[in-house]
């Protein structure tokens, strides 16, 4: 699996946008981009993947880089609930595919 | 999106004894279940794969003789840490990958595992 590179932490006033960056630079060309978040003590919540083109949920955006060597989760409007851990990992999308974790960015949203 | 449901929520057990983490998926089929542990402040580690009807595949460094895993259906996977110690006391984390959302991996809320 390709490796991320994810800035340790990230402040954002509630309300903001949280822009979210990673960097996926030996990604392969079948490995889709998948970003989960955890909050204190609960298990990783999936938040969206992507594998070429920009994504968007009912959570966040995803945008990835036309060489796909970068990505950034956009939380539009972020809220103190969305003070977690946020993990970007890349990863074949097949059944038995792992993922493995870095160490991702906290996120804290201020009041 | 699906649902994956572990039980218990957290357990204190005896060193020397042996206890089962149940996870479940419930509202889909899940061929690959994915157990994983976590000790404060730190990231997740993944401890072994198991596939539905064979044998689970651990990653090194993990002892399969430990921390036995059964996955005996498309729904529900168990782990038994077996002759628990204090230093296994952590908190375990299982997964599941969905077919039906192009095999993206759910986790389960995680069960707290306290060895006194």
């Known amino acids: 699996d390709a490796k991320t590179t994810q800035p340790t932490s990230m402040d954002c006033a509630e309300g903001r946008a949280a822009n979210l960056p990673c960097n996926h630079s030996?990604?392969?060309?079948?490995?889709?981009v998948y970003w989960y978040r955890q909050i204190h003590s609960q298990g990783p919540q999936y938040i969206i993947h992507?594998?070429?083109n920009n994504e968007t949920n009912e959570m966040a955006s995803l945008i990835i880089t036309e060489d796909r060597k970068s990505s950034t989760l956009i939380l539009p409007h972020a809220t103190l609930r969305d003070t977690a851990v946020y993990y970007c990992?890349?990863?074949?999308?097949?059944?038995?595919?792992?993922?493995?974790f870095g160490e991702g960015t906290q996120l804290t949203v201020n009041p | 999106g699906a649902v994956v449901s572990q039980h218990p929520s957290w357990v204190i057990c005896k060193s020397g004894t042996s206890v089962k983490i149940e996870c479940r998926s419930l509202?889909?089929?899940?061929?690959?279940m994915f157990w994983y542990r976590q000790f404060p402040k730190q990231s997740l580690m993944l401890m072994a794969t198991?596939?539905?009807?064979?044998?689970?595949?651990?990653e090194q460094g993990v002892e399969k003789d430990k921390f036995l895993i059964n996955h005996a259906s498309l729904t529900l996977s168990t782990l038994t840490v077996t002759s628990a110690h204090p230093e296994d006391s952590s908190f375990y984390i299982c997964?599941?990958?969905?077919?039906?959302?192009?095999?993206?991996?759910?986790f389960g809320e995680g069960s707290w595992l306290t060895v006194v």
């Open positions: 997964s599941a990958s969905w077919t039906g959302s192009g095999n993206t991996i759910y």
């Open positions: 030996t990604i392969s060309g079948n490995e889709y």
């Open positions: 992507g594998l070429k």
């Open positions: 990992i890349v990863r074949v999308a097949t059944s038995g595919s792992r993922l493995t």
């Open positions: 509202d889909f089929q899940a061929t690959t």
């Open positions: 198991s596939n539905e009807g064979s044998k689970a595949t651990y």
